[in-house]
């Protein structure tokens, strides 16, 4: 009668997380608040593996093989820390306790602190993969403690997603909150890579002049190829499918204003902590507020611009060929930034992240799962210190095929005035990298003229002033 791992918190995600683990021979263990939410499970799929159903959390802890393993699956936030004031009285040394919400990171930080006080082991664990991969299987990114890991980790193989070649869709991602952080970051680009596929579309129905049934279908070619994706594939479900109610394409009669629960502004926010451009992410998340703000938008309607007008059907074609190029090419830059921000993390926060190892993991199970995501691995394969993936040989050469039409698309979008800040955006960062010179330097001599902020000379050492206000002679800083 005892439970290698126990979940408490049994909404959609608790409930078919338990059961991922139950259907892989495991015994669970089962707390909720409301006991009638325990009951259900066990009445519903109880005949799937072997549950204990615990009322009190005295029970849930005393159903726990020790060291115990228990996953709290609740909402991220206060909610998340009562839960662990909760159980933590409860535990003993080497106990481990696995958040599997999408916590904020900091938050995983300090829990993980307090906790190793009383010799708890803390894990942050980010879980992507929707309910469907949390019961059939998802991409894990447990962190915390690496002595955790040893007992935890051959469970959460079993349970993960496993990629195309077999390997198991976790990993120990680093210690504190580095799971949590990767999941956070999971989402930024999960944001980007929905805005860019948003603009695809847009500019498939504006300028090419498709139907939503057409563009369904030319998602679907698109992922036969090196765009292949969950996110790509669903696209395509999603715009053929047909509203039962008014006999019109569903995604003409849902509101256009995109919500977000908070992963892809945190990915943002932390970011700017960082000093790390991640502008395509970034657009997503302010591309979804500004759909939000529906009376600015009712009071913009009247401003004038073009009206975009469809293109002959023989060059819709060709159009269509030039949004992959460009949807391929911001997706390789939004990567890059996610990326950037992970490795920046690893380097503040003194986390061993492995950054082909985080592309592995991300191959099956979450919802950016891609064929992209091997490529990247390869990339860091070949080079771990890969300084970005744009310095990868091969994203750099498909970059080069691809940004004539690149830059074409964002044309004719500017043009038609089609919004594709996603796709500029991303242009604009490639731009920038490659640029000889940046116009920061006026910014620089800018800053010292108005505050004495002081420049650096690209042919001397040191830091300079120019009395801007007397007679303009330079002097040392
Ligand atoms: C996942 C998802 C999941 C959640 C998103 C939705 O990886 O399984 O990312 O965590 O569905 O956070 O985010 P928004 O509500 O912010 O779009």
Known sequence: ????????????????????????????????????????????????????????????????????????????????????????????????????GNAHFADTRRRERELREQGIHFVGMGVSGGEEGALNGPSIMPGGPKESYDSLG??????????????????????????HFVKMVHNGIEYADMQLIGEAYQLLRDVAGYSPAQIAEIFRTWNTGRLDSYLIEITAEVLSHVDAATGKPFVDVVVDQAEQKGTGRWTVQIALDLGVPVSGIAEAVFARSLSGHAALREASRGLTGPKASPLSEAEAGAFADRVEQALYASKIVSYTQGFHEIAAAREEYDWDIDLGAVSAIW????????????????????????????SDETFAQEIADAQDDWREVIVAATRQGVPTPGFAAALAYYDALRAERLPAALTQGQRDFFGAHTYRRTDRDGSFHTLWGGDRSEVDA
């Open 1 to 100: 009668n005892s439970a290698q791992i126990g979940v408490t918190g049994l909404a959609v995600m608790g409930r078919n997380l338990a059961r991922n683990f139950a259907r892989n021979g495991y015994t669970v263990a089962l707390h909720n608040r409301t006991v009638a939410r325990t009951n259900a499970l066990v009445e519903e799929f109880g005949h799937e593996g072997d549950f204990i159903a615990a009322e009190t959390a005295k029970e849930f802890v005393a159903a726990l093989e020790r060291p115990r393993r228990l996953v709290i699956m609740v909402k991220a936030g206060d909610p998340t820390d009562a839960v662990i004031q909760e159980f933590a009285p409860l535990l003993e040394p080497g106990d481990m306790i696995i958040d599997g």
């Open 154 to 179: 051959p469970m959460l193989e079993k349970i993960s997603a496993k990629a195309k070649d077999g390997a198991p869709c976790v990993t120990h991602v680093g210690p504190d909150g580095a799971g």
């Open 363 to 390: 191959r099956g199970g979450c919802i950016i799962r891609a064929a992209f995501l091997d490529r990247i691995r390869s990339a860091y394969d070949t080079r771990a210190d890969l300084p970005s993936l744009l």
